[in-house]
């Protein structure tokens, strides 16, 4: 995303970053303190290499494409974070048991990208920990209200960011026919950029969550909708990045992780 850089490149690359089209945060603004509750950094060998988020107190949702092939001893979960190299106050770091990548994952072009992480032990839900509820994204009303956040590099090949930061999207309905049909299949992803050209998700964003604000019979409720996959770099910030488009995978999702708790924390205001 969008951060002052601490771990050089070298460090980056050898902690097993994802390669490939990535997505960085940029042009964004630094979170604070239980603002994005639901929102995890996955490390591997004490380094972040992804983002994800909470969907019940056992199971962690990303890409498939940050945690397979990957030795699953060498990978943490952390929650409640702002800082990567600070300890946060409430700050949670958990190991992991098992991960269930999607069964039909393709790794050549991203197709179902996306995993659940089982911890070793329940996350403990507080002001800086929250599950959040995923559902279908709503690509026809406007204005959108949608967030990108995460630890992504803040240029081209950068380190992670060191805090925790998030941006607007205010295209949910972008054009990203230019990645092809092998790469973009729309009933399995999301396309959405933005039309200022000033925010785009980078390395180390992948996994993160895509959230919007949706209406249901009148209650505000924040959702997640999607989780950062890929893009063309981060290079040009008017170009779309892909979402796995999570409403997609209700039937695995629930299957595997069994239900999500209903929603207690207040709506986050814009």
């Known amino acids: 995303m969008f951060y002052a850089l601490i771990f050089s490149v070298i460090v980056a690359f050898a902690s097993g970053a994802p390669s490939g089209g990535t997505g960085r945060l940029i042009g964004g603004t630094q ?14 060998l004490d380094q972040h290499i992804c983002g994800g988020f909470i969907y019940n107190d056992r199971w962690v ?15 943490k979960v952390t929650v ?22 999607f069964y039909a994952y393709e790794e050549a072009n991203q197709k179902h990208d996306i995993a659940l992480i089982e911890l070793s032990r329940p996350i403990v839900f507080g002001l800086t920990a929250q599950p959040i509820r995923y559902d279908e994204i709503d690509e026809l009303s406007t204005p959108w209200e949608a967030t990108i956040v995460g630890w992504g590099a803040t240029f081209e090949g950068g380190a992670p960011a060191t805090r925790l930061r998030w941006a607007p999207i205010d295209n949910l309905a972008a054009d990203c026919r230019a990645y092809g049909i092998d790469q973009y299949v729309q009933n399995f992803m999301i396309c959405a950029g933005s039309d200022s050209g000033t925010v785009s998700p980078c390395q180390y964003d992948e996994g ?20 950062m ?37 207040s709506l986050r205001q814009f």
């Open 31 to 44: 979170a604070t303190a239980g603002q994005f509750p639901y929102v995890v950094s996955i490390s591997r």
């Open 229 to 265: 996959s890929k893009n063309q770099g981060c290079t040009d910030l008017s170009v779309p990045s892909i979402y796995t488009r999570l409403a997609t995978y209700y039937s695995w999702l629930l299957q595997t992780a069994g239900q999500q708790p209903a929603p207690t924390r």
């Open 61 to 75: 949702v990303t890409t498939a494409k940050c945690v397979v092939g990957k030795p699953q001893e060498e990978l």
């Open 80 to 101: 409640g974070a702002l800082s990567l190299i600070t300890p946060d106050p409430e700050e949670q770091i958990i190991t992991i048991l098992a991960i269930v990548p």
């Open 208 to 227: 993160t969550p895509l959230t919007q604000i949706a209406n249901y019979g009148g209650v505000r409720e924040e959702i997640v909708v999607g989780i």
